[in-house]
């Protein structure tokens, strides 16, 4: 990834872990671009640690940041909901889950 990352944040990110803090990223690009900023920064993942805020139907602006297709390589396995009205609905139905990641893309 061509986006820079500060040496500090590992280690702080690291520091906050051991204390307790639960370390979240938010990131305005699509899984496939924030990965490689997630990992710089120690952030560990899989599949389902790792959600879409997006809805995955219905967009219909074009998103420079968004890989356009029905899913993203990191979908094939995962079964968490993509946009906020799903992750409503798997919230009071399924599990909490979806409050457990650290990467939201």
């Avoid at 520091?15 to 997630?38: C, E, H, Q």
């Avoid at 389902?48 to 139907?57: G, K, M, P, T, V």
């Amino acid at each position: 990834s061509s986006v820079p990352i500060r040496p500090d944040v590992r280690n702080t990110m690291e520091d906050l872990t051991a204390a307790g803090v639960r370390f979240v990223y938010f990131s305005p690009r699509n899984m496939k671009r924030s990965k490689p900023i997630a990992e710089k920064i120690g952030i560990s993942f899989d599949w389902n640690c790792a959600i879409s805020l997006r809805d995955l139907e219905g967009e219909q602006t074009r998103d420079p940041h968004r890989h356009i297709s029905n899913y993203a390589d990191w979908d094939v396995m995962a079964k968490l909901p993509h946009g906020i009205e799903a992750i409503r609905t798997h919230l009071e139905t399924v599990d909490n889950v979806p409050l457990l990641v650290s990467l939201y893309t």
